[in-house]
Nanobody
Framework: QVQLVESGGGLVQPGGSLRLSCAASGFTFSSYAMSWYRQAPGKERELVAS????????NYADSVKGRFTISRDNAKNTVYLQMNSLKPEDTAVYYCSIVGSSWWGQGTQVTVSS
């Protein structure tokens, strides 16, 4: 069955960096676009970034443009989210998802605080 396992979250100071990973299995990873979403307490889940199946095209929410980078390694069935210049408002649970599906990982907590 489809499995998406996020990792790499944690506590970081404002201005710091984290790299999230999402290990995928149970489907042909290289055939699907992938996305990262996040959900902060009391807020709706929002799309952060997406990447096409080949990695050739990416899209970002305006709030993270220039700070976050989504990428993928189809040989490792993994999608990444490099997060730089983190702000307190980036605090959320981050999830990866297969674009156009209802499959989600369990999420990884990112907390940006001094």
């Amino acid at each position: 069955q489809v499995q998406l396992v996020e990792s790499g979250g944690g506590l970081v100071q404002p201005g710091g960096s984290l790299r999230l990973s999402c290990a995928a299995s149970g489907f042909t990873f290289s055939s699907y676009a992938m996305s990262w979403y996040r959900q902060a307490p009391g807020k709706e889940r929002e799309l952060v970034a997406s990447v096409t199946s080949t990695g050739g095209s990416t899209n970002y929410a305006d709030s993270v443009k220039g700070r976050f980078t989504i990428s993928r390694d189809n040989a490792k069935n993994t999608v990444y989210l490099q997060m730089n210049s983190l702000k307190p408002e980036d605090t959320a649970v981050y999830y990866c998802s297969i674009v156009g599906s209802s499959w989600w990982g369990q999420g990884t907590q990112v907390t940006v605080s001094s």
